[in-house]
């Protein structure tokens, strides 16, 4: 078999690997099981596209964004991977009908959780070749499973009745504890491949505002003075889009909202605007940023509070990928916890709600999601018992996730140092271009993070004709 | 659809009623609902909203009654414009779209689909660019457009297409084009959404996908032609609007059969058979249509002496009980789509 480079040189054209990616492909070629724990934009796709293009049969990915599947198609197919597809709720029936019937020719193919643990399509998947599993996003094993996709709590059962397939967990953090918890619900015990995760061009800056309002005109007065392009993130979606649209209005900027709520055209144009640096300013949820690769995004403002340090990692992870000079700020007003302490709960049963249901399942409307959760345990033979200390135990753990997450924003001294504590590393020695708690001013000239000033270009408005000429 | 869209598909002169539109918009053909949508002139908008939900036009139809723009019936359930709203419509200039007499005939949001990824193709393919991010489209878009690339790609296609979308782009208002051209992705271009072109031209999306169905109609209507760089791709899209079903009943019955005759051929209900002819004459022109053998001349003049008045007012139950015993219902919901064929020229 040829080597790993002269592949890479093949597909890729690329004769370099990027770090950790040869360290995961050489586990994989030795047939063990890998968790790659890798920066986002350390190009975690081209291990399974490498690996599959070096192996017969098919590689089987299991996602949990539907908006990112169809593009990660497109990108195999831009790579001259023709034989991809992706099936998850949203293909229409006769487009899922036409993939499974060819499904033994497909080289790649893509499936979210609920798909996968379907059992006829567990059926078709029994009959064909798979080379490799590749389980992306892991994290989502811990950070969404007991709350919001239950399915992949069945991913260790689901891989045993696919006889255990060699088997790739791709996620961009996590900690000891979440590295634990994927290997466990895989029941696996993989090789980890593993980088730092601190990004050392990204200044860390916590800043205390008094209140809604003067967060919102902080939040105007940063996007005003910092370099762009930006992304803000928000934790609804209804805020993220009367942002951009204020934002636009007020700050002089160019600004659009991305959220789960767009549909795929949308989602298409605003990423391909922001990636061709016709937008300053992305307001965003967290569906917005895996798979985007843009390089020069200077600043990644915070809004609200996120969940835990690893979501936090994750989305400041996107600034600065060129090495450049970055920003990473996240505003804090008091009682900010409440909020994705109330996004916690509001997926969680109660355990009153839990005895009840498992006592009378017939007399609760299953389409409403706490309900539907408790009945998709109840399906699978969880018993009461296990899922009441299952909800216990992942309350205490959101609520440890979340306190170190508060721990972060409080922290008087340095914060790289709390936030690479959370993943078992050590930080390097504090400087002037590391950080600035919530105790110290943000001195965007010092950390050079003052916008140019740019002599806005005049708008001339061409006519249609000629911009329909340029297209062509 | 905001306030100003709503009160648009209304009228100060008839009571219309808010079930009718939703369904129009949704694409939820029944009989019912066609005849009304005729009625109403609003027929165009058939399958233009398909994600519309349920009760989706109710905050419309809060604010129209909250301005004092409409009236509600008791039961809710239809909608009169008040002179107070026809003096607020006034104030709003509206878009009219210029197609619109073409609308029912073409699959508009398949139509648009693939004439946005056949652009972003050829753009692409015209600046010789091996790699880039096709639109998320579905599966039918992608291998209806990859056919037509593959048959259609050579030097001259991209100068061909310009030059066809310009001179259908021409026949349409400027602003109207403009928002056309601006959506389209293609190289250096990723393409406006709806939402920015709507803040850019200050208009709301309703207005703005108004002038994209219109944009759409019009190329559609020109890629008819066969040497257009489109025809192949967009021809297939056109259609009668009505059901394949519907159209094997009307040419059986056109060819002489009896009712009944008929649906026993087709093994289908006297009932269906009647729907099916009920559809086809009222999306069709009354030139399309048998009356003379469904309708004869005998029994028009029957009708036309026993009901008066404006058409909205007949009612069935209001017809002396002799006519009643003699023609079902069909016949006189079938006289009064012919009247109505007679007042408004196809
Ligand atoms: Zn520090």
């Given at each position: 078999m040829e080597s790993l480079t002269a592949s890479l040189q093949r597909v890729f054209g690329f004769s370099q690997f990027r770090s950790g990616q040869e360290a995961a492909l050489t586990s994989l070629e030795a047939g063990k099981d890998t968790l790659a724990i890798l920066p986002t934009g350390a190009g975690k796709t081209l291990i399974y596209q490498l690996y599959g293009y070096r192996h017969p049969?098919?590689?089987?990915?299991?996602?949990?964004?539907?908006?990112?599947?169809?593009?990660?198609?497109?990108?195999?197919?831009?790579?001259?991977?023709?034989?991809?597809?992706?099936?998850?709720?949203?293909?229409?029936?006769?487009?899922?009908?036409?993939?499974?019937?060819?499904?033994?020719?497909?080289?790649?193919?893509?499936?979210?959780?609920?798909?996968?643990?379907?059992?006829?399509?567990?059926?078709?998947?029994?009959?064909?070749?798979?080379?490799?599993?590749?389980?992306?996003e892991a994290h989502c094993i811990v950070q969404w499973g007991p709350d919001f996709r239950p399915e992949y709590l069945l991913l260790g059962a689901i891989r045993d009745k696919l006889q255990r397939?060699?088997?790739?967990?791709?996620?961009?953090?996590?900690?000891?504890?979440?590295?634990?918890?994927?290997?466990?619900?895989?029941?696996?015990?993989?090789?980890?491949?593993?980088?730092?995760?601190?990004?050392?061009?990204?200044?860390?800056?916590?800043?205390?505002?008094?209140?809604?309002?003067?967060k919102q005109s902080r939040l105007q007065d940063l996007v005003k003075r910092l370099p762009r392009p930006g992304v803000v993130y928000f934790s609804s979606k209804q805020q993220a889009s009367d942002t951009a649209l204020w934002l636009q209005q007020t700050a002089g900027v160019t600004a659009a909202a991305y959220h789960a709520g767009l549909d795929a055209e949308d989602r298409f144009k605003i990423q391909q605007q922001f990636m061709t640096d016709k937008l300053d300013i992305?307001?965003?949820?967290?569906?917005?940023?895996?798979?985007?690769?843009?390089?020069?995004?200077?600043?990644?403002?915070?809004?609200?509070?996120?969940?835990?340090?690893?979501?936090?990692?994750?989305?400041?992870?996107?600034?600065?990928?060129?090495?450049?000079?970055s920003v990473a700020i996240l505003l804090y007003a008091p009682g900010d916890e409440q909020l994705p302490l109330a996004l916690g709960q509001s997926n969680r049963p109660e355990a009153e709600t839990i005895q009840r249901y498992y006592a009378h399942p017939q007399s609760f409307a299953a389409d409403e999601p706490q309900i539907h959760l408790l009945a998709f345990y109840r399906d699978h033979g969880i018993s009461q018992a296990a899922v009441e200390r299952l909800f216990a135990g992942r309350e205490r753990e959101r609520n440890h996730a979340l306190s170190q997450m508060v721990d972060y924003v409080q922290s008087p001294t340095c914060l790289r140092e709390k936030w690479l504590q959370a993943f078992d590393e050590a930080a390097p020695a504090h400087d002037e271009a590391c950080c600035a708690p919530s105790n110290q001013p943000l001195d965007l000239a010092a950390i050079h993070l003052l916008q140019q000033a740019v002599t806005p270009a005049p708008i001339q408005k061409v006519p249609w004709q000629e911009r329909l000429a340029r297209l062509f | 659809m905001e306030a100003v869209d709503l009160g648009q598909l209304l009228s100060s002169k008839q009571d219309r009623r808010i079930r009718v539109i939703e369904n129009l918009l949704r694409g939820k053909k029944t009989v019912s609902t066609l005849y009304w949508g005729q009625r109403y002139h609003l027929l165009p908008l058939l399958n233009l909203s398909k994600h519309l939900a349920r009760g989706g036009l109710d905050t419309a139809i809060q604010d129209l009654q909250q301005r004092d723009w409409v009236t509600v019936d008791a039961e809710q359930k239809t909608l009169r414009l008040t002179a107070k709203g026809e003096v607020g419509l006034a104030q709003h200039a509206y878009y009219r779209p210029v197609t619109v007499d073409q609308w029912v005939n073409w699959d508009l949001n398949a139509a648009r689909q693939r004439l946005l990824l056949a652009v972003q193709v050829t753009s692409q393919f015209a600046h010789s660019t091996a790699r880039y991010y096709p639109l998320a489209t579905d599966q039918e878009t992608r291998r209806a457009v990859r056919q037509w690339f593959h048959g259609a790609k050579g030097p001259a296609l991209a100068s061909d297409l310009a030059t066809a979308l310009t001179a259908s782009l021409r026949?349409?208002?400027n602003e109207t084009a403009s928002i056309m051209t601006d959506q389209f992705t293609g190289f250096d271009q990723p393409g406006l959404t709806l939402e920015q072109l709507a803040l850019a031209t200050d208009q709301a999306i309703w207005q703005i996908r108004l002038r994209e169905f219109d944009g759409v109609a019009q190329i559609a209507r020109d890629a008819w032609q066969t040497t257009h760089p489109l025809h192949n791709l967009l021809a297939p899209l056109w259609r009668l609007p009505v059901s394949t079903s519907s159209q094997a009943t009307l040419a059986a019955v056109t060819a002489g059969g009896d009712l009944q005759r008929v649906a026993d051929r087709r093994k289908i209900k006297l009932s269906t058979v009647r729907e099916h002819l009920?559809?086809?004459?009222?999306?069709?022109?009354?030139?399309?249509?048998?009356?003379?053998?469904?309708?004869?001349?005998?029994?028009?003049?029957?009708?036309?002496?026993?009901?008066?008045?404006?058409?909205?007012?007949?009612?069935?139950?209001?017809?002396?009980?002799?006519?009643?015993?003699?023609?079902?219902?069909?016949?006189?919901?079938?006289?009064?789509?012919?009247?109505m064929k007679q007042e408004v020229p196809a």
């Open positions: 049969g098919c590689v089987l990915i299991v996602s949990p964004l539907l908006s990112l599947m169809n593009d990660q198609v497109d990108r195999l197919r831009m790579n001259g991977f023709k034989r991809a597809a992706a099936i998850n709720s949203l293909t229409p029936f006769g487009e899922r009908l036409s993939i499974l019937n060819h499904l033994d020719q497909l080289q790649f193919l893509f499936l979210s959780p609920e798909m996968l643990s379907q059992p006829q399509m567990l059926n078709q998947l029994q009959r064909i070749n798979l080379s490799l599993l590749v389980i992306d397939p060699l088997t790739l967990m791709l996620t961009a953090t996590a900690g000891k504890q979440t590295r634990h918890e994927i290997a466990k619900q895989l029941r696996s015990t993989p090789a980890v491949v593993t980088e730092s995760v601190n990004r050392p061009n990204i200044f860390l800056d916590v800043e205390n505002v008094a209140d809604e309002a003067t992305i307001c965003a949820t967290s569906a917005f940023g895996m798979g985007i690769d843009k390089d020069n995004v200077r600043f990644v403002i915070h809004y609200h509070l996120p969940a835990d340090l690893e979501s936090y990692a994750q989305e400041i992870g996107r600034a600065g990928r060129d090495g450049a000079p | 026949q349409l208002p009920l559809e086809a004459a009222i999306m069709l022109p009354v030139t399309d249509f048998p009356y003379e053998l469904v309708l004869p001349p005998a029994m028009r003049e029957a009708f036309r002496t026993a009901v008066h008045g404006d058409l909205d007012s007949w009612q069935y139950v209001a017809l002396p009980q002799a006519m009643q015993a003699e023609y079902d219902f069909f016949y006189f919901r079938l006289y009064a789509i012919w009247r």
